[in-house]
């Protein structure tokens, strides 16, 4: 897809994550976008960062979510991943030139204010809080990507309940095929996003 129809995600891939993953990348779907996420090509011989300024480059917007970059433990440090690619991609934004000069993105954070402590240079940046409900999650990303795009999208409430349709679906069609319910919540991305493509040009 053209540079002005990617959306790059720059997220946490832990499986708890994924229950504000897939709504997410549903969304975009839902929107007519493409998501570029790093996952969506499995490539062991591919150095990552090389995959990530790839998609960065590729894409006109982003949604970045650092509302997983706070330590849970004692012992464990910061998960900088996500900063680190927000990072890029605003420098791509500011230094590459070009049609990068009309970059956008979306930072998304789990605690409003908990991020400025982590990176205070955000402080007087618009962030979106989804307060980790995956419901919320459509509500930011449709509202963001209508107005930035001049979509004039359908309501978030209809976007939920077509996810919510599209896993029943998804679910149903995977169990039929000898997937078992812990091999779906570990479907492969890639998967997931041709499965979810196929679902929104059936149905939407």
Not at 17 to 22: A, G, S, W
Not at 87 to 95: A, E, M
Not at 139 to 160: K, M, P, Q, Y
Not at 170 to 197: C, H, Q, W
Request: aromatic share 10%; net charge negative.
């Amino acid at each position: 897809m053209a540079f002005d129809q990617n959306v790059f995600v720059n997220c946490p891939f832990d499986e708890p994550f994924y229950p504000l993953l897939r709504p997410l990348l549903f969304t975009i779907i839902y929107l007519g976008l493409k998501p570029r996420i790093a996952t969506e090509r499995m490539d062991s011989g591919e150095a990552r960062i090389a995959k990530i300024v790839d998609l960065i480059q590729e894409s006109k917007y982003a949604i970045h979510d650092l509302s997983r970059i706070k330590a849970t433990k004692k012992g464990e440090v910061f998960r900088l991943n996500m900063p680190f690619e927000l990072g890029i991609d605003v420098g791509c934004r500011l230094f590459k030139g070009g049609e990068h000069k009309q970059k956008k993105c979306l930072i998304l954070v789990g605690e409003r204010y908990k991020y400025q402590a982590a990176i205070s240079d955000l402080s007087n940046s618009d962030v979106a809080n989804h307060q980790n409900i995956p419901e919320d999650v459509v509500v930011e990303v449709r509202n963001w990507l209508s107005s930035t795009c001049g979509l004039g999208a359908d309501g978030a409430s209809r976007i939920w309940d077509a996810f919510n349709v599209f896993m029943g679906d998804n679910y149903d069609a995977l169990t039929a095929r000898g997937f078992s319910k812990r091999d779906i919540e570990r479907l492969p991305v890639p998967e997931l996003l041709k499965s979810m493509e196929d679902w929104v040009d059936e149905n939407v």
